[in-house]
């Protein structure tokens, strides 16, 4: 097969997501970020979501993505305790190294929400929640305890 063709058959390759709220995922290619889904929130830390009351957002308000990847991206999708506490490139360089260390994703998961977990402890560390805070007016430094969910994908492909 030709690489004209090996190419277009690996760009058919996506992801499609549909996100509402603070949760999201980032995809890695090559030791780089390129492309995070983006939060929905209608002020500082009052982000949308969906409830029972009144109050809630529409399910019709989420985000519909379709992502090209390719063989060799990864995709951690997390919650906002994840993405609160650790920037893009820290979650990033644990990728790089369980890859070149062989690890499977689990694994890789599992190493990521541990550096967020220690991370929304650091009360002497500036995070992505504290830097939001910051912008927003409000004194704010370290990392922010909450839920820590995070799931990894390596993106695989046979091709005949």
Known sequence: MGEVEKSQRQSSFGIHAVNLGDSGFI????????????????????TYQLESDNGSDLPSSAQVFTFPVASGDVIVA???????NLYNNEITAVVVHAIRAGLEPQVTAQKIA???????????RQTP?????????????GGKL?????????VTASIP
């Open 114 to 124: 541990a550096l967020a977990r220690q991370r929304a402890q650091d009360k002497d």
């Open 129 to 141: 929640f504290s830097t939001a805070a910051q912008d927003a007016g409000i004194r704010y430094y």
């Open 78 to 84: 997390g919650t906002d305790g994840l993405f609160d």
């Open 27 to 46: 995809v890695i290619r090559d030791g780089c970020t390129i492309f995070r889904s983006p939060v929905q929130q209608h002020d500082f830390n009052f």
């Open 146 to 154: 909450d839920d820590i969910t995070v799931v990894v994908s390596y």
